[in-house]
């Protein structure tokens, strides 16, 4: 990310939420000789309340000092939610940063504990989504929640989670607008640009999204993947902040369907690791059909 976006962050991101924009949604007239898939400059100026002078000097960087005020009125301009407009006043109120050196994210030892008495799918991951630690049922679930492995590069690059993903194409919008949101005024760390560097270079998809500037919040949630074992699964999704790791859990309704099939699964596992401490050979059954 060392580049003229790292460079000038706040421009780039006005500039991607201006392309964006709607001017219907601002209120601006249909139709006409529009060469700009989104906002004019001289709209949002105009919309903000601020000369287009002033508005191009943000944009190309030549003033990284706006005010609060500049920027509410941009964020309204711009139509921006809650997570977007936080993330633009971040971004003017970053200042630079020396660089740090590349550091190992720790697991305490107490989570390690807590994931070996958790009866669902748990694991622990760093802010880039790095997988640090995981128990059985994690692993039960998917493999590619094993630790070394990183959850987007996963989304992106194997075709098995992406057989296992329900509805891809919203997944990895939403993890790539959740790491925007998470490096914020943070390009320099070693980690965020290794891993933005390798997606760029390996997933299309990846370079057209990150492009968008797309920024969001990924905690809680509803997902439904397709386990090749027991199928379909519909799950809830919870992330809890420990120390400077995130711990993952996925855990279904109460007796419903999916309930059933993660304790099928639970069984599955246990019998696989039992057989395979024994040195048996293991064979596990694909899902009934109806």
Excluded: C
Excluded at 278 to 285: A, Q, T, Y
Aim: glycine content about 6%.
């Amino acid at each position: 990310m060392k580049d003229e976006e790292s460079d000038n962050q706040l421009g780039s991101y006005l500039r991607a939420r201006r392309d964006l924009a709607s001017p219907a949604q601002a209120g601006l007239p249909p139709g006409g000789n529009r060469r700009v898939p989104g906002l004019r400059r001289e709209e949002v100026a105009l919309l903000a309340g601020i000369s287009p002078d002033y508005y191009l000097r943000l944009e190309r960087g030549r003033d990284k000092n706006p005010s609060p005020q500049v920027l509410e009125s941009l964020a309204r301009a711009l139509n921006l939610d809650d997570v977007e407009r936080t993330y633009l006043l971040g971004l003017a109120a970053a200042r630079p940063r020396a660089p740090r050196r590349k550091r190992p994210e720790h697991v305490p030892a107490r989570v390690h504990q807590l994931l070996a008495h958790l009866p669902i799918p748990a694991f622990v991951e760093g802010r880039a989504f790095d997988v640090l630690a995981s128990n059985p049922m994690a692993l039960a679930l998917s493999p590619r929640l094993r630790p070394g492995e990183n959850r987007l590069r996963s989304l992106l690059l194997d075709p098995e989670e992406q057989a296992f993903q329900q509805d891809w194409a919203k997944a990895t919008a939403d993890f790539i607008a959740a790491l925007r949101t998470t490096i914020g005024d943070d390009t320099g760390n070693p980690r965020f640009v290794e891993l933005v560097g390798e997606l760029a270079l390996s997933s299309q998809r990846f370079r057209t999204l990150w492009a968008r500037h797309d920024v969001r919040n990924l905690d809680g949630g509803t997902t439904t993947v397709h386990h090749p074992v027991v199928g379909e699964l519909r799950l809830h999704r919870d992330k809890l902040p420990i120390d400077d790791v995130i711990l993952v859990v996925y855990y279904p309704d109460k007796d419903s369907d999916s309930d059933e099939k993660l304790q099928l699964l639970a069984a599955l596992a246990h019998t696989e690791s039992t057989d395979t401490a024994h040195g048996k050979p293991v064979d596990i059954p694909g899902p009934k059909t109806p």
